[in-house]
């Protein structure tokens, strides 16, 4: 299907959507909520690791998935992803654009929020490892949701399911009793980024976590490449 | 002549309802050819199975003589410039950002910008964001995006539906220069004068079959001879053959000083798709 692979296309998009980025008040607030509640940490104090870690995974879940699903959203709804695709432009170019732009702009509020939270980075190239395989993680279901929403409305509610079960599930762990509810939440996405921020500092294994977050990572791309090709004949 | 779009027994369903009946047209090298036809006739169906937007039921679809699926090929979608009562621009960019978005993707030079904005007459516009312009402008901005590359192919749906006569008329002349320029253009109207003035070959869809398909003037003497009005000065109006008793009619009037003006009812496309359809476009 895909013969070509251009940069410059890429490009393109990518600077299209920087544009569009500065002057769409929707996302950029969206991008700022991580961090006012950063900021809000950082300046009650709070110290346990979950509390500071809490702050990360939330720029992840709001500044990777649903800018991303915004994005992808109001390309549908406005008729643009149309225009896109009758150019040259492919399919693995435009979205490839799109996720650069959403990657970087996540990986500045991730920043930010670390900054802000006064979190402790513990081995720097370990971290950035585990946040750049979450970033694939959560752009691919940012994705994901903008392909199954039709307007932008649509993401944020379709998207609060995926905010609480990839985003906040912690939060409710001491709520629950079941056991095995309590077991598979261990191999959440964000749950397994804590496990490998908290084993990063206290010296543990962390191979296993970043195993299964990787699986997450591809099954997540490849949901969002099968359900892109069944609805590509609209 | 090289055909650059073979369509053979194309038909297209959706459910039970039949949008395009076996429909078989040519679309040649270098001509301008335009779908008339009412709302509902299957004129943007058309265009998008040609696109590759939408996949045919039956039939046979041939584009620059390959099956149309193939189209979507970064080479091939070079050669190609769509606007569809569908397409979209980016709201929060400007006329400029917009265009120059496209410009990258087709790989043209930025000062071609300028060129497509003057065609469009929109030079004024260039930094305004696209959501603070009218219907017309925006769909003028559509078209300046999709003849930016100047295309092989353009593919045009209704280009000058929401546009001003003034606007029209500009607009036909910078197609006709496009093409002029080797540019391939199919067009759909419901427009018998959009027809008249850019297409060098007409087809009158109707119901999802091409009723006709000629050029203009056939299809105009297809439709009988035309007759004369006459309006007298008692502002009563006689309409009398162009033949030896009209001519003997209308010295009479003259004669004796009763004539006001002589009017000559040339048939129009649109009379001819009433007789053939019983419907008015
Ligand atoms: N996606 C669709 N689903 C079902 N029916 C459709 C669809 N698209 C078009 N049709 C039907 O196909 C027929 C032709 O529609 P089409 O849009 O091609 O008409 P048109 O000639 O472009 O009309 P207009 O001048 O109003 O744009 C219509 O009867 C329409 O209801
Ligand atoms: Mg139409």
Redesign the pocket.
């Known amino acids: 299907m895909m013969t070509t692979f251009s940069i410059k296309r890429v490009n393109a998009i990518f600077v299209k959507d920087w544009k569009d980025l500065q002057r769409n008040s929707y996302v950029l607030f969206t991008l700022a909520l991580p961090l006012f509640f950063a900021a809000w940490l950082g300046r009650i104090g709070a110290d346990s690791a979950e509390m500071i870690a809490f702050p990360i995974v939330f720029a992840l879940v709001i500044a990777g998935a649903f800018v991303q699903a915004a994005m992808v959203a109001e390309e549908k709804e406005k008729n643009t992803l149309r225009g896109l695709l009758l150019s040259p432009a492919s399919v693995t170019e435009v979205f490839v654009g799109k996720s650069l732009l959403s990657g970087v702009m996540t990986l500045v509020v991730v920043a930010g929020c670390i900054w802000l939270a006064e979190f402790t980075v513990p081995s720097l190239p370990m971290f950035a490892l585990s946040i750049v395989i979450a970033l694939i993680f959560f752009l691919a279901i940012g994705t994901l949701l903008g392909l199954l929403s039709r307007t932008v409305m649509e993401t944020s509610i379709i998207g609060m399911p995926v905010m609480l079960i990839f985003g906040m599930s912690s939060m409710f762990k001491s709520m629950i009793t079941n056991e095995a509810i309590l077991t598979v939440m261990d191999y959440l996405p964000n749950e397994l980024l804590m496990n490998i921020w908290v084993g990063l500092e206290n010296g543990a294994a962390v191979g296993e976590s970043f195993l299964i977050l990787t699986v997450w990572a591809v099954v997540s791309v490849a949901a969002t490449v099968i359900v892109y090709r069944k609805r590509r004949m609209d | 002549m090289e055909n650059i779009i073979e369509v053979n027994s194309l038909v297209k369903s ?2 039970d ?1 039949l ?1 395009l009946k076996d429909v078989d047209f040519n679309v040649r090298k270098g001509e301008t050819i335009g779908f008339l ?10 265009i998008k199975i040609l696109t590759a937007q939408l996949a045919a039921t039956a039939g046979d679809v041939r584009v620059f003589g390959e099956p149309v699926h193939l189209l979507k090929d970064p080479a091939r979608m070079k050669k190609i410039g769509i606007l569809t ?1 569908n397409s979209g621009l980016y709201d929060r960019l400007t006329v400029q950002d917009n265009l120059a978005l496209y410009a990258d993707l087709y790989d043209v030079g930025k000062e071609r910008i300028r060129n497509v904005l003057e065609m469009v007459s929109l030079t004024d516009e260039e930094r305004t964001p696209v959501k603070k312009l009218s219907k017309g402008m925006k769909q003028r901005v559509t078209l300046a995006r999709a003849i930016l590359h100047k295309p092989a192919l353009l593919f045009l ?2 280009p000058t539906s929401a546009l001003d006569p003034t606007t029209t008329k500009h607009i036909h002349e910078g197609l006709r220069e496009l093409n002029r320029e080797g540019t391939t253009i199919f067009l ?1 109207t ?1 427009d018998m004068n959009e027809a008249e003035a850019l297409c060098d070959r007409v087809a009158f ?1 109707h119901d ?1 079959e091409i009723k006709l398909l000629d050029t203009p003037q056939n299809l105009r003497t297809m439709s009988g001879s035309p007759s004369i009005s006459l309006l007298l000065k008692d502002k009563t109006t006689v309409t009398v053959e162009p033949d030896e008793s009209g001519a003997a009619a209308i010295s009479g009037y003259m004669a004796s000083g009763n004539l006001l003006t002589i009017h000559s009812n040339e048939p129009t496309l649109g009379d001819l798709f009433v007789q053939l359809t019983g419907r008015n476009l």
């Not at chain 2, 036809?37 to 058309?46: E, I």
């Open positions: 959706f459910g309802k949008a036809g009412p709302s509902g006739s299957g004129k943007t169906t058309t009562d749906d209704e759909t419901h869809l999802g």
